[in-house]
C-alpha cells in the first residue's frame, strides 16, 4: 500500500517523487516508456536554473531520479496498463501486478504527434526536434525545416529565426491556421519563408539530419531540400487513456482540473497536461511540486491517515 503513486517521470512526475518522498509519504513511480519522458529525448539542455554548463536531457532526468531516490522513491520502469479510481485505496495496474494507494498523481505528459514518414523516428533527436525552446542553440546559423501551420508552427518558427539563418515553415494546406498575431510576426521576418501545400514525405541522413523531400501536392513534385533540422509542430495528444471514465476530462482528452486538482479527491495532475502554455522542464518541475504538496495535505485531512 503506498500514500502515493506517480503516474510518468518526466520532470513534472520526477519532481513530484521527490517532494513526496522527503514529504514522508511512501511513494512509488511508474514511469511510463521513458524515464525523462521529454527530455530524453533532447540533447542539450542549456535553460535549466542552477547548470549554467548546461547538460542533456537525460543526464538531467537521471539527476533528478537519484534525488527522489535519495529520499525512497520506489521506481517501476514500466508502463501502467490500467487504473481503478472507483473507490479509495486507488488501484494501479502494471501487467497483472496491482498496486494499491492513497492517492495519485498523473504526469502522464504528451506524445507529439509525428508525421509517420521514413527516417523520423531513427533521426529523432539528431535533428529532428520538438521544442525551440530547448533546442534553439544547436541551430545556430544552420537551416530548419518546421512542418505544421498552426501556432505552435509559427511562435517555433519565430523563436528558432533569432538563431537559424533560415527557417522553412513546410504546411499541407494553402491557408495557415495560427492567429493573426503570430502569422503577421512571421510573414515579415526575413529569416522566415513559407512552403505552402507541401508535405514532408522523407527525413534524410545517416546520422544526423541532412534534408527533407518534400511533395507539392498540386504539382505533385518532388524536391530534396537540404535541412539541418526538422522541427515537428504539428500538435500534442494528451496521455490519458488510462484516465478515461475515471476522472472528468474535456473533449480533447485533457483532465478537468482547478490548480493540480482533479475531479476525484486525491487525484492530482503535473506537467504538460495541465500546461498547454509554457511547456518548459522548470515549470514541469514547478507543477510536479505542487501536485505532491497538495497530494500530502490531502492526505494529512483524511482521518484514516
Ligand atoms: P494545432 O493547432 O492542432 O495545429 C497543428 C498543425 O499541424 C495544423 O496546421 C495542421 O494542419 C498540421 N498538421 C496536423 N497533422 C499533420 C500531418 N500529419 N502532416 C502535416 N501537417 C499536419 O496544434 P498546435 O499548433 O500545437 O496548437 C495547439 C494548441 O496550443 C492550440 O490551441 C494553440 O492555439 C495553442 N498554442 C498557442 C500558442 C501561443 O499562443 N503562442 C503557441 C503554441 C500553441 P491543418 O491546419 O491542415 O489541420
Known amino acids: 500500500m503506498y500514500d502515493v503513486i506517480i503516474l510518468g517521470a518526466g520532470p513534472a512526475g520526477l519532481t513530484a517523487a521527490l517532494y513526496a518522498a522527503r514529504g514522508k509519504l511512501k511513494s512509488l513511480v511508474i514511469t511510463g516508456p521513458m524515464v525523462g519522458g521529454q527530455i530524453a529525448l533532447t540533447y542539450q539542455i542549456d535553460n535549466y536554473p542552477g547548470f549554467p554548463e548546461g547538460l542533456t536531457g537525460p543526464e538531467l532526468s537521471d539527476r533528478f531520479k537519484a534525488h527522489a531516490e535519495k529520499f525512497g522513491a520506489e521506481f517501476i520502469e514500466a508502463e501502467a496498463t490500467s487504473v481503478d479510481l472507483a473507490s479509495n485505496p486507488y488501484k494501479a495496474w502494471v501487467g497483472d501486478r496491482v498496486f494499491d494507494t492513497s492517492s495519485l498523481i498523473v504526469a502522464t505528459g504528451m506524445t507529439h504527434r509525428g508525421l509517420g514518414v521514413?527516417?523520423?523516428?531513427?533521426?529523432?533527436?539528431?535533428g529532428v526536434f520538438v521544442c525551440a525552446?530547448?533546442?534553439?542553440?544547436?541551430?545556430?546559423d544552420r537551416k530548419v525545416v518546421v512542418?505544421?501551420?498552426?501556432?505552435?508552427?509559427l511562435q517555433e518558427a519565430l523563436d528558432l529565426a533569432k538563431f537559424a539563418s533560415e527557417v522553412t515553415i513546410v504546411h499541407r494546406r494553402e491557408e495557415l491556421r495560427a492567429c493573426r498575431c503570430l502569422t503577421d510576426r512571421a510573414l515579415i521576418e526575413p529569416r522566415i519563408k513559407f512552403l505552402y501545400s507541401t508535405v514532408v514525405?522523407?527525413?534524410l541522413g545517416e546520422k544526423r539530419v541532412q534534408g527533407v523531400r518534400l511533395r507539392d501536392l498540386k504539382t505533385g513534385e518532388l524536391k530534396v531540400?537540404?535541412?539541418?533540422g526538422v522541427l515537428l509542430a504539428i500538435g500534442w495528444n494528451p496521455n490519458t487513456g488510462l484516465l478515461r471514465g475515471e476522472i472528468e476530462m474535456n473533449d480533447s482528452g485533457y483532465p478537468k482540473t482547478e490548480g493540480v486538482k482533479t475531479s476525484k479527491p486525491g487525484v492530482f495532475v503535473a506537467g504538460d497536461l495541465i500546461d498547454r502554455n509554457y511547456r518548459q522542464v522548470v515549470t514541469s518541475c514547478g507543477s510536479g511540486c505542487a501536485a505532491a504538496i497538495e497530494a500530502?495535505?490531502?492526505?494529512?485531512?483524511?482521518?484514516?491517515?
Open 133 to 140: 525552446t530547448c533546442d534553439a542553440l544547436l541551430y545556430e
Open 147 to 153: 512542418v505544421g501551420g498552426g501556432d505552435s508552427a
Open 201 to 203: 514525405e522523407e527525413i
Open 296 to 305: 500530502i495535505r490531502w492526505l494529512e485531512a483524511q482521518p484514516s491517515h
Open 225 to 228: 531540400v537540404d535541412t539541418d
Open 118 to 126: 521514413q527516417g523520423e523516428d531513427r533521426l529523432m533527436g539528431r
